[in-house]
């Protein structure tokens, strides 16, 4: 499936109730041949509205801590677990997430990336392992099918809680010096 197949079939997708309540499909966004992808769990209210990952308080937060390693949108690709916003930002039930998954499968495969950071708890549970415990594992990295793997806290967590900035400052420092020691065009 190319990228024009793909998303004509997530913008139509009703795979799922979320399909019943969203005012847009939230793709995913960025450079298509990325060597950087970043995950989250699914939109919240602003990305609904204008159908883009991150463009709320936690995506400026994003593209801040983007700026804090030299990155912007346009050398990474950002997507999230599920495409439809859940009711009042809850987290994505695990049938959600499995009827949306295999987009995001998709979009990795296409993209090929060599790194991918997930951006809170739910997608480093869904894509890294599990039982993984953001607040003991965040920064550290696995290796899945050739490709590196970490987490950050997420940004709308950071937000909530300030006093995650020094360590999560400590992770993008990490990712900064993974990117520059395996990637050929981010820098």
Not at 15 to 41: Q, W, Y
Not at 45 to 67: H, I, K, S, T, Y
Not at 140 to 151: F, S
Request: glycine fraction near 6%; include cysteine; aromatic fraction near 6%.
């Amino acid at each position: 499936m190319d990228w024009s197949e793909l998303e004509q079939h997530c913008q139509s997708c009703q795979k799922c109730p979320l399909s019943d309540t969203r005012h847009h499909v939230v793709f995913g966004e960025g450079n298509r041949s990325a060597e950087v992808m970043f995950i989250g769990e699914g939109p919240g209210e602003n990305e609904d509205l204008q159908g883009r990952p991150f463009v709320g308080r936690a995506g400026q937060l994003l593209d801040d801590m983007l700026e804090v390693i030299d990155l912007d949108r346009s050398k990474v690709y950002i997507a999230n677990i599920i495409k439809c916003r859940p009711p009042q930002n809850r987290d994505p039930l695990n049938t959600e997430q499995d009827a949306c998954i295999g987009y995001l499968r998709n979009q990795v495969a296409l993209i090929q990336p060599k790194i991918i950071v997930c951006l809170g708890r739910i997608a480093a549970m869904r894509l890294i392992r599990e039982d993984y415990k953001i607040s003991r594992e965040h920064g550290q990295w696995v290796e899945k099918a050739g490709v590196q793997m970490t987490a950050l806290f997420h940004p709308a967590a950071i937000l909530r809680d300030p006093r995650r900035r020094p360590e999560t400052f400590q992770d993008l420092k990490l990712i900064q010096k993974k990117i520059r020691a395996i990637c050929e065009h981010t820098y």
